[in-house]
């Protein structure tokens, strides 16, 4: 049974919750959110237990899950790549290239698995567009 720590159960972390409580062979050992508010739905709604200290939900992981906002990317990855743990980032991978070019060869030199979530390719409206889209000039994005 693989062990999964989730940082950050907002919005988003939710779905992650939700999604981990799927996969047969993981289970949620924990998370970490520093707003109580969030802690508190998800310890009633899921019975997860919440971790106050990050690096101790890193140790009892086997991997993380980090869906915290992307300032806190670079830390936590580090944190879970010192202890030889596999990752999961939301995206965007770092705040700056420079922490991303950090992470890249911290996982290397750990050897560790270390996946940035990019599921917008799986979006409908994403695949729906790839009929109708055939050599875009200009993308314009909007982050709601």
Do not use: C
């Not at 998800?42 to 915290?68: M, N």
Request: aromatic residues 8%; charged residues 20%.
């Amino acid at each position: 049974m693989l062990k999964i720590g989730i940082f950050g159960v907002g919005h988003l972390g939710k779905f992650h919750v939700n999604n981990w409580k799927q996969v047969a062979d993981a289970e949620v050992i924990g998370f970490y959110d520093p707003n109580d508010a969030n802690a508190e739905a998800v310890v009633k709604e899921y019975g997860i237990p919440r971790f106050t200290v990050p690096e101790e939900l890193v140790k009892a992981s086997d991997a993380v899950d980090i869906i915290a906002p992307t300032n806190h990317h670079f830390a936590l990855v580090n944190a879970a790549v010192r202890h030889g743990k596999h990752v999961f980032v939301e995206k965007p991978l770092a705040a700056t290239l420079k922490e991303a070019r950090e992470i890249v060869q911290l996982v290397r030199e750990a050897g560790i698995k270390l996946q940035v979530g990019h599921v917008e390719r799986f979006n409908p409206a994403f695949l729906a567009a790839l009929d109708v889209v055939n050599q875009p000039m200009f993308i314009e994005v909007h982050r709601l």
